[in-house]
């Protein structure tokens, strides 16, 4: 088992950056790919990115290619995203999860999860 929890999260205005943090603990957390999702009001979870377990491989939806980085240090136990460009419409919680599969964008194959950041972009 891995226990997730994020950090980073805020306030941002359209065009600027955040650097979202995922902590982890437990199990080893390199067995894991690594993925974010993000939940806007009234809508579903849904795939931003994901890492393979060596962090060589990465995965992007397209509505944030281009735009964030996901990184890992599995030494440190830590997942990031950069976000850079940021759009009101990306006003959501955060969410990282981790999963024994790759590249994989549905949530039902992500095993844990974390409580979530929220992150705002004000036009």
């Known amino acids: 088992q891995v226990q997730l929890e994020e950090s980073g999260g805020g306030l941002v205005q359209a065009g600027g950056s955040l650097r979202l943090s995922c902590a982890a603990s437990g199990r080893t957390f390199s067995s894991y790919a690594m993925g974010w999702f993000r939940q806007a009001p009234g809508k579903e979870r849904e795939f931003v990115t994901a890492i393979s377990r060596n962090g060589r491989t990465t995965d992007y939806a397209n509505s944030v290619k281009g735009r964030f980085t996901i990184s890992r240090d599995n030494a440190k136990n830590t997942l990031d995203l950069q976000m850079n460009s940021l759009k009101p419409e990306d006003t959501a919680v955060y969410y990282c999860?981790?999963?024994?599969?790759?590249?994989?964008?549905?949530?039902?194959?992500?095993?844990?999860w974390g409580q979530g950041t929220q992150v705002t972009v004000s036009s």
């Open positions: 999860a981790a999963s024994t599969l790759f590249p994989v964008s549905s949530s039902t194959y992500y095993n844990y």
